[in-house]
């Protein structure tokens, strides 16, 4: 099993900055990758950015640029940075673990909502 916590979502204005966090019960060299997904209001979910176990980011077209990935030292604690933030990045944002034998486990969620 794997616990995921997020948090640190709320309400910012446009252009403003905002900063999640999941933690996990896992590290990431225990894990194939760690992710960040989202679903706005009355739209599917949608992938916003990925930290494989190597390191390595990737991140969704609607945030590359503006979002960046990050894990602490101890490998439980992967940040999103989400920066020049946008209306249309309102939405509740999921953390999702994918362990080594290619195991789903999703958090709670946060609410982000960005408004003009």
């Known amino acids: 099993q794997v616990q995921l916590v997020e948090s640190g979502g709320g309400q910012v204005q446009a252009g403003g900055s905002l900063r999640l966090s999941c933690q996990s019960s896992r590290s990431l060299p225990g894990l194939n990758a760690i992710a960040w997904y989202r679903r706005p209001p009355g739209k599917f979910r949608e992938f916003v950015a990925r930290?494989?176990?190597?390191?390595?980011?990737s991140y969704g077209d609607s945030v590359k640029g503006r979002f960046t990935i990050s894990r602490d030292s101890t490998g439980k604690i992967i940040d999103l940075q989400m920066n020049n933030l946008r209306p249309e990045d309102t939405a509740t944002y999921y953390c999702?673990?994918?362990?080594?034998?290619?195991?789903?486990?999703w958090g709670q969620g946060t609410q982000v909502t960005v408004s003009s």
């Open positions: 930290l494989d176990r190597g390191g390595v980011p």
């Open positions: 999702k673990a994918l362990t080594l034998r290619v195991d789903e486990y």
